[in-house]
């Protein structure tokens, strides 16, 4: 997409208003995100009411003003805050990590990350309270539980409850941040109503949440079992006065009720957690229409495209905005008027701008694309330094010969060896004749049988040899070896399971998996998807709609594009050859080959008036005899 640059070096820069799009954007953003303030505080006291209702209790428990002060700290305290930082932490689009590892050593250094973890402990801290201040009546739990020694002695149920909540929330954290939970996801057609969204969302993620918290509320269970006593006696050198007791006490204190209540706790806040966030994602990301409610639509919605606030988020409004303007028949006078605007010498026309945009998008994406989200490459104009050549060995003088030959030594040198090595072998000799004599007639008795059995040994292998059968060489017994191995054997098998396991969390945290690889290589379809749209649509309907021909000049490089888009992604659908590849690239492939097929259609008869490189001709030739 060579073409993208050169378009954006020749544009000039069009006098708009920065703030015109982003500003109607945030005004209307500002009224969802008070819908989903008033949706999440209802939830909250329906939930947090039933929770800590009696079975058979007094319906007015419901209405009392003792429930519904509290079920509005809880929400305030429990539920604004991971909204709040839900908002601080918006990102347009996912960021791209080669593997697990390199995302968890990102999350580690991100204060940002910290904060959305903490924000979550003291949220759920929040809501465990106003529970337990709630359920007070029915189940007897308290905060406290004062001695006549310690005024401000803890009740162990409190502690209990809490402790589970603020596993809870920080396992609820760290799962958002794995998942980049913040990251908006958006939809990929418009047209969609909020209550319809909102319905294919939230069950299957309430399931997963509510499945999830169950297993971390059993964990959690099992961890205050086994390290409750260990623990306590732990913190109380700091916390004397509040845990005295939690140590001298025998018997665990907690009955199956106080557990039936923990997991009431920890699935309400998981289910009000869940339904914030997901009311949240989707009002983040429903399409806006806004350009056409002010004075100059054209400047507005140029203004939009060309906007990269909040990392390109509101631009994501302008393009999907664009591609609906440039897809349906009923804002025919929308794009021409786009097509008229052809301003001043001074300043650069609406199509020019609005072409220079799209194709920024698309070649950004594209660029990625080819580098599989890695590093960019060196640029051609800038070409790497050539390697250093390799230098010959110079022809070797009489000095280096004489480094590598073997030392000469005069014949003189050689018999005083000669001499020194005789006389170190009889000494050897030497020292081994008194032994041989004192042992006598055992010692020559040994070495009889030794050359007997040596020569029976002999005529027997001989005797193998000529009958064809396999001589096995015969291997003494040791107690001591087997006992070695048979008390190893354990020792080897934890030794292999060990390693195992350990190359399975290796491969976790460092090979890049399918959808790592697609997130790299297609970080943002949504955005593609609206461009691809946006641009072939406007350039095929320019074809009746554009009264002075300025479209025109730009149908090669927009061809170009989407042909080298196109074959980019059926290289990475090629090479990735999964299911799930398909899931996320067929999309992508669909705008293309709909977006080609409507510019070809409309100029099939002039297109050999256009100029086009000699692959990208024959590439174009090839798809319009497919058609």
């Known amino acids: 997409m060579s073409t ?35 949706y999440s505080a209802i939830a909250s006291w329906v939930l947090i009411t039933l929770s800590t209702w009696e079975l058979f209790g007094s319906p007015l428990h419901f209405v009392r003003l003792h429930t519904l002060l509290w079920c509005f700290v809880a929400f305030a305290v429990g539920v604004v805050p991971p909204l709040v930082m839900r908002k601080l932490m918006l990102a347009p689009r996912k960021h791209s990590y080669p593997n697990l590892g390199t995302h968890i050593r990102s999350l580690l250094a991100s ?44 009740n162990e149920r409190f502690v209990y409850l809490l402790g589970s909540n603020v596993l809870l929330g920080t396992a609820y954290a760290v799962r958002a941040l794995l998942t980049q939970g913040t990251a908006v996801q958006w939809p990929l057609r418009r047209g969609v109503a909020v209550s319809t969204r909102i319905q294919t969302r939230f069950p299957s993620t309430l399931l997963t949440t509510l499945t999830l918290s169950a297993v971390y509320s059993t964990c959690f269970i099992a961890l205050y ?45 998981s289910a009000l957690w869940t339904w914030s966030q997901t009311l949240f994602s989707v009002y983040a990301t429903q399409p806006l229409t806004v350009s056409q409610y002010t004075a100059n639509p054209t400047d507005c919605m140029i203004s939009g495209i060309s906007c990269q606030a909040v990392s390109g988020y509101y631009q994501h409004f302008a393009i999907s905005e664009l591609a609906e303007i440039a897809h349906d028949p009923k804002f025919a006078s929308r794009r021409k008027a786009i097509f008229s605007d052809l301003r001043t010498p001074q300043s650069t026309s609406a199509w020019a701008v609005t072409c220079r945009q799209l194709l920024l998008v698309l070649g950004k994406d594209y660029q990625n694309l080819l580098n599989r989200g890695k590093s960019h490459p060196v640029s051609p104009s800038q070409p790497p330094p050539a390697a250093p050549q390799p230098t010959l060995p110079k022809t070797p003088t009489a000095l280096r010969k004489a480094e590598y030959a073997p030392i000469q030594r005069s014949p003189t040198e050689r018999f005083l060896d000669g001499i020194e090595y005789s006389i170190n072998t009889a000494d050897v000799a030497l020292n081994h004749l008194p032994k041989i ?53 354990p020792l080897v098998t934890y030794y292999q399971i060990t390693r195992n396991v350990a190359s399975c969390f290796y491969r976790l945290f460092t090979d890049e998996t399918v959808e790592r690889k697609l997130e790299l290589s297609l ?9 691809i749209t946006a641009i072939s649509n406007l350039a095929a309907r320019s074809f009746e709609e554009d009264p002075y021909g300025t479209v025109q000049r730009d149908i090669p490089k927009i061809l170009e594009a989407l042909l080298l888009f196109q074959d980019a992604v059926d290289q990475l659908k090629a090479e990735l ?51």
């Open 523 to 531: 970080p943002d379809v949504a955005m593609n998807i609206w461009a």
């Open 111 to 154: 204060p940002s990350a910290w904060q959305f973890v903490f924000v979550h402990q003291v949220s759920a801290s929040a809501i465990a309270v106003c529970f337990v201040l709630l359920s007070a009546q029915s189940t007897k739990i308290s905060i406290f539980k004062p001695t006549t020694l310690y005024p401000w002695h803890l």
């Open 4 to 38: 993208t640059t050169a378009a954006g070096a020749t544009a000039k820069a069009r006098p708009v208003s920065g703030t015109t799009y982003d500003a109607l954007c945030k005004y209307i953003l500002r009224k969802r995100l008070t819908r989903v303030l008033s």
């Open 437 to 489: 004599i004192d042992h006598g007639t055992h010692g020559v008795a040994t070495l009889s049988r030794s050359l007997s059995s040596r020569q029976a040994q002999t005529t027997k292998q001989g005797h193998d040899i000529q009958t064809g059968a396999q001589v096995v060489p015969a291997k003494p017994a040791s107690f001591m070896n087997n006992w070695v191995a048979n008390k190893s054997a």
């Open 225 to 269: 079992l086994v390290f409750r006593r260990s623990a306590f006696s732990m913190l109380l050198f700091i916390a004397r006065p509040f845990i005295y007791n939690f140590v001298r006490s025998k018997l665990w204190g907690l009955s199956l009720s106080v557990t039936g209540r923990l997991f009431a706790l920890n699935l309400t806040t």
């Open 577 to 627: 050859r999964d299911d799930k590849a398909d899931t996320w690239i067929e999309p992508v492939r669909d705008a293309l080959g709909a977006g080609l097929h409507e510019i070809i259609s409309k100029f099939r008869d002039r297109l050999s008036a256009f100029r086009f490189p000699p692959r990208i001709a024959k590439r174009l030739q090839d798809v319009v005899d497919l058609l």
